[in-house]
């Protein structure tokens, strides 16, 4: 990493879950500089915050389309700037739509209006306003990255929730719109779409499924939230060409 890194103000969405944790380690470790977010596992963040020296965590409902504004617009005065913005945050939706259903039954049928929604605010709507927040910094101070943290299920035809993988998608998309829309602005957008991970989400899947991914996976494992924060930090800390891309970290599915 280059001195440039030490001198990195980051903010993270998601900061408290299993890859977001990772993530802020990752940036931490080359003396970036964070504010975190979290949603209900307080007492994880806090303990994340207390081990990553100069660290602070802030709750915050992404489906508040104002307060996640007002957490970029916070964690920008207490950092002093912004060099970079991170999405990990998300939900996976009802644990039932990840299990096995009686032949014939078509989960997306399970799915209300108040799950589609969750899903789509979490993921969509919240990254967006902040995004929006970041830019207005970042445009400002002659540039800086984004990276959203996303999953394959919003890039190949894998088995998930219709919801969750939706609103994958819409990242996806915007990851494209946005690197068009900032890159006069020196704003670099990208996304890493991860696989199936040893634990987070992942622990909601059954074991056949889990089965048959090592086994058209070239690297015959599931992979790590580490691996996944190394490329997020690269490309949030060192990337200087890399823009509008969707790198899938799948092992080789």
């Known amino acids: 990493m280059s001195a440039e890194t030490h001198r990195s103000r980051c903010l993270v969405l998601g900061g408290s879950g299993y890859v977001g944790a990772e993530v802020c380690r990752a940036l931490a470790a080359v003396g970036a500089r964070i504010v975190f977010t979290y949603f209900q596992n307080k007492e994880t963040a806090l303990a994340l915050a207390a081990e990553l020296a100069g660290a602070r965590a802030i709750q915050l409902d992404l489906r508040d389309y104002a307060a996640s504004s007002r957490f970029v617009e916070e964690g920008v005065a207490a950092l002093g700037g912004l060099d970079a913005l991170i999405q990990c945050a998300g939900t996976a939706g009802e644990p039932s739509l990840y299990t096995s259903t009686a032949a014939g039954h078509d989960k997306f049928l399970d799915i209300d209006e ?7 605010d979490i993921t969509a709507k919240g990254t967006f306003a902040a995004c929006q927040a970041a830019s207005r910094v970042m445009r400002k101070s002659g540039g800086g990255r984004i990276v959203f943290v996303g999953s ?21 998309a915007m990851t494209h719109a946005l690197a068009k829309e900032l890159g006069d602005h020196g704003i670099l957008v990208n996304m890493v779409a991860a696989g199936i991970l040893d634990k987070g989400v992942a622990h909601l899947l059954s074991d056949e499924l889990r089965n048959e991914y090592m086994k058209h996976c070239s690297l015959k494992r599931v992979g790590t939230a580490r691996e996944i924060a190394n490329v997020v930090a690269w490309l949030a800390l060192e990337n200087t060409y890399v823009n509008g891309q969707t790198i899938i970290l799948d092992g080789g599915l």
């Open 114 to 120: 108040a799950g589609w929604d969750d899903m789509m």
């Open 152 to 172: 394959i299920d919003g890039v190949k035809s894998v088995p998930a929730p219709i919801h969750y993988a939706a609103a994958k998608g819409a990242l996806v």
